[in-house]
């Protein structure tokens, strides 16, 4: 997991809690800066989520990549274990 879904994660509790109180005492200041930080930390959530859906594909499509060679070595191996000499040179 990406360090930034935890940082974020945090970042959206602390943004809600701030933003609550900042309703409860009618504060606007505060309610403003705990918005900001909650919507910071749903945009840190996504960057996170993000990087590692990427980070997931990059491995998959690198495991496709050795089993298309493992493959294609395995096919060369048939080929020539398969295909008669006809000279062979001294």
Same mark, same amino acid.
């Given at each position: 997991? /990406?360090?930034?879904?935890?940082?974020?994660?945090? /970042?959206?509790? *602390?943004?809600? &809690?701030?933003?609550?109180?900042?309703? *409860?005492?009618?504060?606007?200041?505060?309610?403003?800066?705990?918005?900001?930080?909650? *919507?910071?930390?749903?945009?840190?959530?996504?960057?996170?989520?993000?990087?590692?859906?990427?980070?997931?594909?990059?491995?998959? &499509?690198?495991?496709?990549?050795?089993?298309?060679?493992?493959?294609?070595?395995?096919?060369?191996?048939?080929?020539?274990?398969?295909?008669?000499?006809?000279?062979?040179?001294?």
């Amino acid at each position: 997991m /990406d360090k930034a879904i935890v940082i974020g994660t945090i /970042d959206e509790v *602390l943004g809600h &809690a701030k933003r609550a109180v900042g309703e *409860l005492t009618g504060d606007a200041t505060t309610f403003v800066d705990g918005t900001a930080l909650e *919507l910071k930390g749903e945009i840190e959530v996504a960057q996170g989520k993000q990087r590692d859906d990427a980070r997931e594909a990059a491995e998959s &499509a690198a495991k496709a990549h050795e089993k298309e060679l493992a493959a294609q070595a395995h096919a060369s191996e048939i080929v020539r274990a398969n295909t008669p000499v006809i000279c062979e040179i001294p």
